[in-house]
């Protein structure tokens, strides 16, 4: 069954699925976050968190859940939507699950720029990001490109300089004193732990000033998942729009990065998981932005939740990732396009 919505302005239509599925993956977050606000090492009970959240409770109680948890949580489903939107628009533009910014390398240009923003200045995060996101679209795009931006030279490209950029970390790393070292490793696996509300600032509004854009290029979006000759017959002009996506898509990854380190799997894993439970051949961009924020809100309760040690909350979306990613080359191999 189908709705449409029509207006002056504006067509939309939608499934009973895909109804059904959001109201459920949104009911999941509203979840999530009650759990992540009340399971730690002080635990709330459901009045005294609410108590909190109303203006009441005990200072130490508004400190903890007011400056610790409420951001933190904010902040994982920011940066798992930001994740999630800009691995689903990789995807879908170069048709191929296989591609998105942690893989061909914008998540590892945007951490590298990060640190050596921290090295340099002891801050600017999301400049540095920013930069190293951009500088590394830069070369990837100039090096895959010819006659336009085929989608397998840009993903095969983009995996190196990934790597190469990985291996530069690692070295700027081996530079730095030990306690940096072991900070800035953290960071880089991804972590978001002491997130505070200058970071919820960044990674929201990031979101906010995006969402037209993104609202806009739903529609030409879903055609570049056709061929090239049948995009191109519908009046698409396919170089100049892969250019703005990936622009986009490098935006709201470099935003993620910045606020929550350069999570593993989490871009990669939430569009396909989005297509799977809607497969209706749309690019599933709300879907994706939902489930990267479950993911990353899930990840990050856990690593919470590990008695005794605070591991990164990149360690849990790689173990979330890392079936995702064997289900999907099993996919492939099966279908003969590995």
């Not at 989005?274 to 497969?279: D, I, K, T, Y």
Request: hydrophobic letters at 55%; charged letters at 10%.
């Amino acid at each position: 069954m189908n709705w449409s919505l029509r207006l002056p302005f504006l067509s939309l239509s939608f499934s009973a699925r895909a109804v059904a599925v959001g109201s459920c993956l949104l009911l999941l977050v509203k979840v999530g976050s009650v759990l992540a606000l009340r399971l730690g090492s002080y635990p709330f009970t459901e009045t005294s968190w609410l108590s909190v959240l109303l203006g009441a409770g005990s200072e130490i109680e508004r400190m903890i859940l007011m400056d610790h948890r409420l951001p933190r949580i904010l902040t994982a489903l920011g940066a798992g939507a930001c994740f999630g939107l800009s691995g689903a628009m990789f995807q879908t533009m170069m048709r191929n699950p296989l591609a998105s910014p942690d893989v061909i390398g914008f998540n590892a240009g945007a951490s590298c720029g990060a640190l050596i923003a921290i090295i340099l200045t002891g801050g600017n995060v999301l400049l540095g990001a920013l930069i190293g996101a951009l500088l590394t679209a830069i070369l990837v795009v100039s090096l895959a490109w010819k006659e336009g931006l085929p989608p397998q030279r840009l993903v095969l490209i983009g995996l190196g300089i990934g790597f190469a950029l990985a291996a530069l970390s690692d070295l700027l790393l081996s530079r730095t004193d030990a306690r940096t070292a072991a900070d800035m490793a953290e960071w880089l696996i991804g972590t978001l732990n002491a997130r505070d509300w200058q970071d919820v600032t960044i990674v929201w509004s990031g979101v906010l000033l995006l969402a037209p854009a993104l609202f806009w290029i739903h529609f030409p979006l879903a055609r570049l998942g056709l061929s090239d000759d049948l995009s191109s017959s519908l009046g698409l002009r396919l170089s100049p729009l892969r250019l703005g996506l990936t622009g986009l898509g490098i935006l709201l990854a470099a935003l993620a990065v910045c606020t929550a380190g350069p999570l593993p799997f989490v871009a990669f894993a939430a569009g396909p998981i989005a297509r799977a439970l809607v497969p209706n051949g749309k690019p599933a961009l709300l879907g994706a932005a939902v489930i990267g924020a479950l993911l990353v809100l899930a990840a990050d309760t856990a690593s919470r939740m590990v008695p005794s040690i605070q591991l990164p909350a990149g360690v849990f979306t790689a173990l979330i990732g890392g079936p995702v990613m064997i289900w999907l080359l099993m996919v492939q191999f099966r279908k003969g396009k590995l």
